[in-house]
């Protein structure tokens, strides 16, 4: 890396900071909990405290002292004078802020604006319980009362926040939390990607001017669409009601913020690979996409071909291309570009099956994998388009098998240098460092995206990245006390990528827990629903679609429709009406106890898959429910009442150059309070399932 990306190891750079608008990802405090104390207060540590005399004045400035001093569960990171006066230096003397002095009236305390104060509050607290330990080793980031998070750092001996503030006495216990001093101001970013950009040219000067150059800086620059009304609707089956989501204020509105992910090459990058400006870029780009018509289906079946003229701002351009497949729709730090090993206590990732997710472009009808391969070192490393052999085909019963070299190691994002995190935080997204040229080229339809591909709920509906839903967890403090069951609710018209057919549907994300689920979590429903959603945007072929459910007495009685658009028009039929109360061992399922049978269940799986089921996935049905995996667990999957079995809904030719949705209609409308799940979809080409080679692995 250059200077610029050196720099970013030894200090984070401070934004210009605004007024943020909230997230709706923490609860504000409930001012009728307020109680008389006996015991020492946050507040009443706090100012006690010489050292920490200025910080208290930025809480008494926004009642925030009050939230200090009343019932709840904090905890606080408070910053020693030095540090509060450090940064209100760097914001009065930022020229580069977009508001003189960042709307500071004076190089002091005093001089603060309301809104500068109470961001720095809520940015320094959070409800969430971190004690030393559990910050020391963890990648798991602070979600802050600001709605934005604050990542860990600690391989230096000590807890780092931010990159930059470190924790200088912990653990100090109040009656309503704790507090942390730390010996800096805890910096958050507030910039815009221009801005970004801008401030790290020595990294990304030729990126960046491809960006303008395309357009594409203008189109990342949205924000927001808007608060979206949430509906609450009342389930007989579940104690309660669904409580809508932390931060849905009194008006009953959530917000839906827009953001989006940038995996750009350095500088130092291009020029490795002889690409020393920007017309380079261009001469590259116009190389490495002239012929893509013959392997990018979307392009042939619109009939368009590749412009190597200087409209770089038509979608058909070939920088525009380049640029294009280098976002992603969904704002993401390198934590959750995948749901990694050791960010899970659930039924997630036995041994061999590796954290991957799929991804949708601003390249027109295109994907990119994240992988998170078992088997490179111990950092945790992260792939774009990785690719071997035979994925999701095995040779070895009961392993993902032996048959797999891996023909091209993918685009590495960088993510830490000397333990530092380098990637790059705007206000609407992150900017990810990667090793190496990232295209779409042929190995990407032909090779990487030719396997099972199992896409998620959260990879299917991009809000719930970006807004920091899919991140919330049972244990991490942000689920209220009276939230039912640990689902968050969602306004009905939240997703781009959903429409309703009527008005009677109730949406919600169930958060990472205890749900035998793909990466422990997935997505209900409830009411009369009528509603379709896009599926993501595979290469043209005939893929065997699969849904995955859990089998009970209060499920759903529901039909599937395959279409090329949200109209209801275009939708067919796909499957037969499929009723999720009927028992596994129904013989219309027929669904077997593998571990007392001597192949394993492989007849039984071959009789199943005919009758149109398939188990589910061994990655998090093949753990025992106490202890989680161990190597003496001999058994396939588990047995009893909360298995999950895969439906075949059957197979269909997809098209890349066409939108495709599935419709899920409900045939028992009066039992609207029945729930359906929506955990993941898997897009199989046939290839992978009709392949005479090998079998398709249980993982």
């Not at 593998?594 to 589910?616: L, T, W």
Request: glycine share 8%; hydrophobic share 35%.
């Amino acid at each position: 890396m250059k200077k610029n990306l050196k720099e970013i190891m030894q200090h984070v750079v401070l934004g210009t900071v605004g007024l943020v608008t909230l997230a709706a990802c923490n609860p504000e405090p409930d001012e009728s909990d307020l109680y008389t104390f006996t015991g020492e207060t946050i507040e009443s540590f706090i100012a006690k405290d010489e050292s920490l005399t200025a910080f208290n004045y930025i809480l008494s400035r926004v009642d925030f002292d009050k939230t200090m001093a009343t019932y709840g569960s904090y905890t606080c990171f408070a910053p020693v004078n030095s540090g509060v006066y450090a940064y209100i230096d760097s914001l009065y003397n930022d020229n580069e802020a977009a508001i003189p002095h960042n709307g500071m009236t004076a190089n002091s305390l005093e001089g603060l604006t309301d809104s500068l104060c109470l961001n720095i509050a809520k940015f320094h607290i959070t409800t969430t319980y971190r004690n030393l330990v559990s910050m020391t080793g963890s990648t798991t980031p602070i979600y802050t009362m600001l709605g934005r998070v604050i990542k860990i750092s600690s391989e230096t001996g000590q807890v780092v926040l931010g990159g930059k503030s470190t924790i200088i006495s912990s653990d100090n216990e109040a009656v309503n939390g704790l507090v942390h001093i730390v010996d800096h101001v805890v910096p958050r970013t507030d910039v815009s990607f221009p801005t970004l950009f801008e401030r790290h040219q020595d990294d990304f000067s030729i990126f960046a001017e491809a960006l303008e150059l395309t357009g594409l800086m203008d189109s990342i620059l949205v924000e927001t669409r808007g608060e979206m009304e949430f509906r609450q609707m009342a389930r007989e089956n579940y104690s309660g009601n669904l409580y809508p989501a932390p931060g849905v204020g009194s008006t009953g509105k959530m917000e839906c913020k827009e953001g989006f992910t940038i995996f750009a090459e350095s500088d130092e990058v291009f020029e490795k690979n002889g690409i020393n400006n920007i017309n380079d870029l261009i001469a590259y780009a116009n190389k490495v996409y002239a012929d893509a018509p013959e392997w990018y289906d979307y392009l042939r079946e619109k009939k368009m071909s590749v412009s190597t003229a200087d409209d770089y701002e038509e979608r058909n351009n070939a920088l525009n291309m380049f640029v294009a497949y280098h976002i992603v729709n969904a704002k993401m730090s390198d934590d959750w570009l995948v749901y990694e090993k050791g960010s899970n206590a659930y039924w997630n990732f036995a041994p061999d099956a590796d954290p991957h997710d799929y991804y949708e472009t601003m390249l027109p009808h295109t994907m990119m994998k994240i992988w998170e391969p078992h088997d490179v070192g111990t950092g945790k490393s992260l792939f774009i388009n990785r690719y071997q052999t035979f994925n999701t085909l095995t040779n070895t019963l009961a392993s993902p098998g032996t048959n797999h070299q891996v023909e091209k190691k993918g685009i590495g994002i960088i993510r830490r240098v000397n333990g530092v995190d380098v990637s790059l935080e705007a206000d609407n997204g992150w900017i990810h460092y990667i090793d190496g040229i990232l295209v779409y080229d042929k190995d990407v339809p032909k090779k990487v995206l030719n396997e099972r591909m199992r896409v998620n709920c959260t990879s299917l509906f991009p809000e719930l990245i970006t807004n920091d839903i899919r991140s919330i967890a049972t244990s991490d403090g942000r689920i209220p006390s009276g939230f039912d069951g640990s689902r968050h609710g969602i306004p009905a018209k939240y997703f781009k990528n959903m429409i309703h057919y009527n008005n009677n549907v109730c949406l919600a994300y169930c958060v990472h827990g205890a749900w035998r689920c793909w990466e422990s979590d997935q997505m209900q429903f409830w009411g009369t629903y009528d509603l379709a959603f896009k599926l993501p945007p595979v290469p043209s072929g005939t893929y065997e679609i699969r849904v995955v459910y859990a089998p009970m007495s209060y499920g759903s009685f529901m039909q599937y429709y395959i279409g090329t658009s949200s109209s209801v028009s275009s939708m067919l039929p796909i499957g037969l009406p499929f009723d999720a109360t009927v028992p596994v061992e129904d013989p219309r399922v027929g669904l077997t106890n593998a571990n007392e049978e001597e192949d394993m269940g492989i007849a039984s799986d071959i009789a199943m898959h005919n009758r149109g089921f398939m188990r589910g996935p061994y990655s998090y049905c093949g753990h025992a429910e106490s202890t989680g995996w161990t190597t003496t667990n001999n058994g396939r999957f588990e047995w009893g009442t909360s298995m999950t079995v895969r439906y075949v809904l059957g197979r269909v030719d997809l098209y890349q150059g066409n939108e495709n949705w599935l419709r899920i209609k409900t045939l028992n409308s009066d039992k609207s309070t029945n729930p359906v799940g929506l955990d993941f979809v898997e897009l199989v080409p046939t290839s992978v399932v009709d392949n005479q080679q090998y079998a398709e692995d249980w993982y």
